[in-house]
């Protein structure tokens, strides 16, 4: 049996994190934890290192990508980075590319892409695609 995957999930909206961690509740794969500001991060990955981390760019206390930069000093930052972001621009991409990142979604976004790239990092889970994604 495949083991859940921890997940942690930053960003500003409190509507945004109920909503993935609702989701993310329906099945079993995932376990998510949710924080809202960059400190919190940084706070929680010294603490518990995550197997994903689910993270928006614009943090109301410093840029995401300043804080996965910080994780990297430090030892403590995931293999697996999803970056999300309302700023889409080339500059921010490439950073956020050369910085690891395994998938940058830009904003707005159905929940379904994000799911389908949360298992598109874990090959071989047992558990298939987010149960609402097309086959």
């Keep these: 049996m495949t083991s859940r995957k921890r ?22 794969f995932f376990s998510l ?50 970056l999300l972001s309302s700023i889409v621009s080339e500059q921010v991409t490439d950073q956020a590319f050369a910085l690891g990142v395994s998938h940058f979604i830009p904003k707005p976004f159905h929940t379904d892409l994000l799911f389908d790239a949360m298992y598109e990092l874990f090959p071989g889970c047992s558990c298939g695609h987010w149960p609402h994604s097309p086959q």
Aim: charged content about 20%; proline content about 3%; hydrophobic content about 45%.
């Design 7 to 28: 997940v942690l999930l930053a960003d500003s909206s409190e509507e945004f994190r109920w909503l993935m961690w609702r989701s993310a509740a329906n099945h079993n």
């Design 33 to 82: 934890a949710t924080v809202g500001s960059g400190r919190d991060v940084l706070l929680c990955m010294q603490k518990q290192t995550a197997d994903l981390l689910l993270m928006d760019t614009a943090l109301p206390d410093v840029c995401g990508l300043t804080v996965l930069d910080e994780l990297q000093r430090r030892g403590t930052a995931p293999q697996r980075v999803i």
